[in-house]
């Protein structure tokens, strides 16, 4: 693989793959990928650490002895005598405290959903007995409930449809 492009391409095609084929495959992609950058022989160590820390992330898996696996098999090819787990560390913290993040705006998300449907139900049954059993007109019940016309004209039609 002499040209470094190849290379993030077959790592992006790999990507492709995350989901559909076992991470353990995976995995032994990402090696791959590794095995050949270096045997090409015309990237400097540097590079060769940095494409490496971009293959992890791009092609991320979450099994921690898969990791462990690769970083041997990464070490014993490069001749690194220590792994890069400082970095690797503060990444999966980032992504855990992004999770966290995303599933806490999620349950904010939903709470507030929930609360404005269970608003719009309330309201709807509200316009809909003003509706049937007082008969009040569309412009008396948006200044009794606090609805809009629009509001009230929706109610009323899905009324008719009813019927």
């Known amino acids: 693989m002499d040209n470094p492009f190849s290379l993030i391409i077959l ?5 492709l793959l995350e989901g559909k084929v076992p991470e353990e495959e995976l995995g032994e992609e990402r090696l791959t990928i590794v095995r050949a950058m270096i045997a090409c022989g015309k990237y400097s160590h540097e ?5 490496i820390f971009f293959l992890k992330n791009f092609l991320y898996i979450e099994n921690e002895e898969i990791n462990r ?3 041997t098999a990464v070490d014993a090819l490069t001749g690194r005598t220590q792994a890069i787990g400082i970095i690797e ?5 980032t992504r855990e405290k992004g999770i966290k993040k995303g599933i ?4 904010e998300k ?8 269970g608003s719009e139900k309330k309201s709807y049954e509200v316009v809909e007995n003003l509706i049937v059993k ?7 019940i948006t200044d009794v409930a606090n609805v809009s016309l629009a509001f ?6 899905e009324l008719n449809k009813k019927k």
């Open 11 to 15: 790592a992006a095609r790999k990507a």
């Open 69 to 71: 696996k690769f970083d």
């Open 104 to 107: 806490q705006l999620g349950i």
């Open 134 to 140: 007082l008969g009040l007109s569309d412009e008396q």
């Open 152 to 157: 009230v004209k929706k109610v009323r039609r």
């Open 89 to 93: 560390t503060i990444n999966q913290l």
């Open 47 to 51: 590079k060769i650490e940095r494409f």
């Open 110 to 117: 939903g709470i507030v959903t929930g609360i404005q449907q």
